[in-house]
């Protein structure tokens, strides 16, 4: 792929009109104080409000500036892709629309970058977030760690720094633009993280409320079973199948030498045996399906550096 910039920033935005001057002149200051060429890709989520004005006055401003906008709100997550997708700097730079995140932290993070590193990750150390916030987050990075073997504190700080090359494969849904740094250490990307800023929200409210929690526990959860059986299905259904067939034949040589046992049921040896046979062929199906999609997985295979 022919890279024409350095760098692109990508900045999710839903309803956030406050925070746009303030935030494309901190990231446009940032940005020329590092040397190379960058665009700031500013994706509006289908925001109701002066979003998308905002940002179209910016563009007279700050001419490294590109808008994409959604028809609709799709989330934080959609919008990166979006980003991503549009992106045509070698390295990446994400982060959120609010000013929590600081872009005078960037040039820490790509200075980090050089020492070797695909991926380099925020840690918000003294988050200035509630503390009902704080916990469930907490878990989901103890989780996530337990998952995939990442070591990192932080994986839902939006301000981190990669290499393009890794994030051009990946394909994010749901809520997963925080399992980002996971997916790349998967694929064999060396990971760092650095302490960064943190500020409270000052303008706008927050987009999210307890039901992202929900969302990224079960996130993890699908990540946990696909990570499982994405690679060889047939190694998990072989094996359940295995014991139901095991079970089945237990009760039958229980049941046929104790001819008159009331204990097992003949129903329930058919059952076991039964289920041996569908799990076989989940087995299979699984087995195929993964065949033909040609084992494309979350974070995909290799990437070359
Ligand atoms: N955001 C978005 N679409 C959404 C929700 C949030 O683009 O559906 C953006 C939001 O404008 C902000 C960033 O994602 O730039 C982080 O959102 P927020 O600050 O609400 O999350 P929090 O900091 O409360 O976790
Ligand atoms: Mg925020």
Redesign the pocket.
């Known amino acids: 792929m022919l890279e024409m910039l350095d760098y692109s920033v990508i ?6 009109e406050e925070n746009i001057p303030p935030m494309l002149e901190k990231v446009s200051v940032a940005m020329n104080g590092i040397d190379g060429s960058y665009e700031i890709i500013a ?1 509006d ?1 289908g925001s109701s409000d002066a979003t998308f004005s905002r940002l179209k006055e910016g563009k007279q401003k700050y001419p490294n500036l590109k808008i994409i906008k959604f028809r609709r ?1 799709f ?2 997550t959609p ?1 990166m892709q979006a980003g991503i997708d549009h992106a045509s700097g070698g390295i990446i730079i994400t982060m ?3 000013l ?1 995140n600081d872009p005078e932290d960037i040039h820490k993070l790509l200075e980090k970058m050089k020492e070797g590193y695909d991926v380099v990750s925020g840690w918000r150390k003294k988050r200035k ?1 509630n503390i009902l ?1 704080c916990i469930p987050s907490k878990v989901a990075n103890f989780l996530l760690t337990y998952v995939t073997g990442v070591k990192i504190h932080d994986n839902g700080c ?1 301000l981190k720094v990669y290499n393009a090359k890794i994030l051009k494969q990946v394909r994010l849904y749901s809520e997963m633009h925080r399992f980002i740094t996971a997916f790349a250490f998967l694929r064999g990307a060396k990971v760092a993280e650095l302490v960064v800023k943190h500020h409270p ?1 000052t303008l706008g409210v ?3 409320g307890f039901s992202r929690i929900w969302k990224v526990f079960i996130d993890l959860f699908t990540l946990k079973l696909v990570l499982n059986f994405s690679e060889r299905p047939m190694v998990w259904f072989g094996a359940m199948s295995f014991v139901s067939i095991f079970i089945s034949m237990a009760m039958l040589f229980y049941r046929l030498i104790f001819w008159s046992s009331q204990i097992v049921w003949p129903g329930l040896i058919l059952f076991f045996a039964f289920n041996a046979f569908v799990l076989l062929g989940y087995g299979l199906v699984c087995e195929l399906a993964v065949h033909f999609a040609g084992r494309i997985n979350y974070y995909g295979k290799g990437f070359d550096r």
């Open positions: 900045i999710p935005f839903y309803n956030e994706v989520d709100n989330g934080q919008a959120d629309g609010d929590q977030d916030r939006s929200r927050s987009k999210y």
